[in-house]
Nanobody, 122 residues
């Protein structure tokens, strides 16, 4: 079992930056692929980014490539999402998630956090 707690959301102006954090419980954090997802009002939840257990491999949705960076600190059991050049369309609840395999990295996560709200004002 992995428990995930997100933090770092808030209100920011267009062009601004935020860094989200996701703290995980347990002693096997480095075994998990970690992902970030988001869900805007009235829309389906969508994949944002993922990082392998070692941190060597990353993968991004086209909509955030070049603006967002996913990273992890396995010593702190934490994964981060650095979000730069934010746009109003980035407004959503952001969730972190964990799974054990890199395959199909955009889907089929086993553990989810409760989410943190990000609002980008125009």
């Amino acid at each position: 079992q992995v428990q995930l707690v997100e933090s770092g959301g808030g209100l920011v102006q267009t062009g601004g930056s935020l860094r989200l954090s996701c703290a995980a419980s347990g002693r096997t954090f480095s075994r998990y692929v970690m992902g970030w997802f988001r869900q805007a009002p009235g829309k389906e939840r969508e994949f944002v980014a993922a990082i392998s257990g070692s941190g060597i491999m990353t993968y991004y949705a086209d909509s955030v490539k070049g603006r967002f960076t996913i990273s992890r600190d396995n010593a702190k059991n934490t994964v981060y999402l650095q979000m730069n050049s934010l746009r109003p369309e980035d407004t959503a609840v952001y969730y972190c998630a964990a799974k054990t395999t890199w395959s199909n990295v955009m889907v089929r996560y086993d553990y989810w956090g409760q989410g943190t709200q990000v609002t980008v004002s125009s």
